[in-house]
């Protein structure tokens, strides 16, 4: 609480007191007489020093000082919490890492493509050297890369500086290999930036001789159903007249189509569970099941192609008076 110091006694007064108290409360001298009376004034009585009050000095300047600052800051930090402190943090930008894989093959993860180094031919043509490294405890069977190489700072969608396609032959395990190919571009060697400032964005493709020969039988064998499927719907559609012994044998051949895609459609749970074992499968195991992949990447088609014969076989059977089997029947409602 604020007060006033008498400047009579030296004492604390209150504010609302226009006066001091103690002041006040001491006994006046009296007045000198009005006509002339030599009659002395008493004199007043002396106040022992330990009655005397004490003066208090008013606040230090420093110590108004300190209590300002300390309260412009409860003040500063209290806006913070409410205010800029409120705000959520930012996220931090996603980082996007150099020369990584982009392809879907599921052994691109164990691959990397590094120690990029540019130079010439005598024809003049760019020629990239690069280490090709298996981070597997498996081997990878022979395969392709085709890699764009770019600036350490470009940006996904920004223009390749040269494009490159190699064969790499296969890589045990943990093994590294050096890669030489002719690159396309239409700048010189000394025009690239060094090798420091180059990144490879690469994709990788390829198998053994004998998954890429039962992948394209299993291409052919597709293409072959698509084009019987395509043969006897024109056939159908001339509206052909059956005998009794052709309604017998069309109506066996039409079981038997039924009794196929019905175990074909069985295929689907396990296909979706060979799907979802291969991404966590053992690096060594990958190469082996490549073509496991490819079938079940091919099973939507396959069964697409059968039902459609399967829908358009037993149509013309209705049309002409034919019993659908069974099978038939059961393949149609599981589709």
Known sequence: MFTWICPKCGGEVLPSQSECPRCAAEPKAPETLAHGDSAARPAARAVPAHEQPHPHPGMPAWLTVVLSVLALAVVGGLGYKFGAGSKKPEAPPKQEFQGMAKSTNPLAKFVEVTG?????????????????????????????????????????????????????????????????ATAKTKMRAYELPDWQFLKADYETGGGSSLELEFEGNLEDANKAVSASTAAVSAEMAKGPKLDAKAKATYQAGLAQLGHGLLRYIALRGPAQSF??????????????????????????????????????????????????PDDATKAMAAL
Do not use: W
Request: glycine letters at 6%; a neutral charge; proline letters at 8%.
């Open 116 to 180: 990029l180094r540019v130079s010439e031919d005598a024809q003049k043509n760019v020629v990239v050297k690069m280490v090709v490294v298996n981070h597997s405890t498996g081997d990878i069977p022979d395969m392709e890369i085709s890699a764009d190489i770019k600036p350490i700072i470009a940006k996904p969608g920004d223009e390749a500086l040269c494009s490159l396609a190699a064969k790499v032959p296969s890589l045990g395990p943990h093994e590294v290999r050096e890669i030489t």
């Open 275 to 324: 799907s979802a074992g291969v991404k966590s499968a053992s690096p060594m195991m990958i190469p082996k099941l490549v073509t496991g992949v490819y079938i079940v990447g091919q099973l939507p088609s396959g069964v697409s192609n059968l039902a459609t014969s399967l829908q358009n076989a037993s149509a013309f059977a209705k049309s002409n008076d034919i019993p659908v």
